[in-house]
């Protein structure tokens, strides 16, 4: 027997083998190539996501859920805006009286704490006294607390209402003290 009869032989044999082998590695280098690119794409939507998220938290992107009109979503920088201390300060006590009148209360005295213990944090508080009706009083906190900037009540303490005979529900004086941070000067 001659070399080339038993090659001969031999391909013959095992020549669909062969091919199916063949066939079976182009199939799997497909499926890993499928594999590698699905992997890609999956992770550039989940960095597309967090880059998304990442802005809304920063402030400079409204959430898509804001954006389809939800009125519950606050918009804004969560930090108080101003050039100056002062001005931010003055922007605060705004922010607040705007929430007292809101609910139908007044203001009878405030004062801005632009220097104080959490001053240095970048921190300013507004201390105001006020009466309000009892039952906006929840509405009143949650109108602080729930929009933009973030604000803080550090401290409420209130006086109950004094009954008069015209009315079971008299105005209550509260005591407020709300925070809110400052980013400084850009």
């Given at each position: 027997?001659s070399k080339n009869t038993i090659l001969e032989r031999f391909l013959a044999r095992f020549s669909w083998g062969a091919a199916l082998v063949y066939l079976a590695l182009v199939v799997a280098f497909v499926a890993a190539?499928?594999?590698?690119?699905?992997?890609?794409?999956?992770?550039?939507?989940?960095?597309?996501?967090?880059?998304?998220?990442?802005?809304?938290?920063?402030?400079?992107?409204?959430?898509?859920?804001?954006?389809?009109?939800?009125?519950?979503?606050?918009?804004?920088?969560?930090?108080?805006?101003?050039?100056?201390?002062?001005?931010?300060?003055?922007?605060?006590?705004?922010?607040?009286?705007?929430?007292?009148?809101?609910?139908?209360?007044?203001?009878?005295?405030?004062?801005?704490?632009?220097?104080?213990?959490?001053?240095?944090?970048?921190?300013?508080?507004?201390?105001?006294?006020?009466?309000?009706?009892?039952?906006?009083?929840?509405?009143?906190?949650?109108?602080?607390?729930?929009?933009?900037?973030?604000?803080?009540?550090?401290?409420?303490?209130?006086?109950?209402?004094?009954?008069?005979?015209?009315?079971?529900?008299?105005?209550?004086?509260?005591?407020?003290?709300?925070?809110?941070?400052?980013?400084?000067?850009?």
């Amino acid at each position: 027997m001659s070399k080339n009869t038993i090659l001969e032989r031999f391909l013959a044999r095992f020549s669909w083998g062969a091919a199916l082998v063949y066939l079976a590695l182009v199939v799997a280098f497909v499926a890993a190539t499928w594999s590698a690119i699905a992997d890609l794409l999956d992770r550039r939507a989940e960095v597309a996501a967090a880059r998304d998220i990442l802005e809304q938290v920063q402030g400079r992107k409204p959430s898509a859920r804001g954006l389809a009109g939800s009125a519950g979503m606050p918009t804004g920088s969560p930090f108080l805006e101003g050039p100056t201390v002062t001005v931010a300060g003055a922007a605060l006590l705004q922010r607040v009286a705007g929430a007292v009148a809101k609910v139908g209360g007044n203001i009878l005295s405030s004062q801005v704490e632009l220097q104080g213990t959490r001053s240095k944090a970048g921190f300013i508080g507004v201390l105001a006294s006020c009466e309000v009706e009892q039952s906006a009083l929840q509405q009143l906190l949650y109108d602080i607390e729930a929009g933009m900037p973030f604000l803080f009540v550090d401290q409420l303490v209130v006086q109950a209402p004094v009954a008069s005979a015209t009315s079971k529900e008299g105005r209550m004086r509260i005591l407020l003290a709300v925070s809110g941070q400052w980013q400084g000067e850009k």
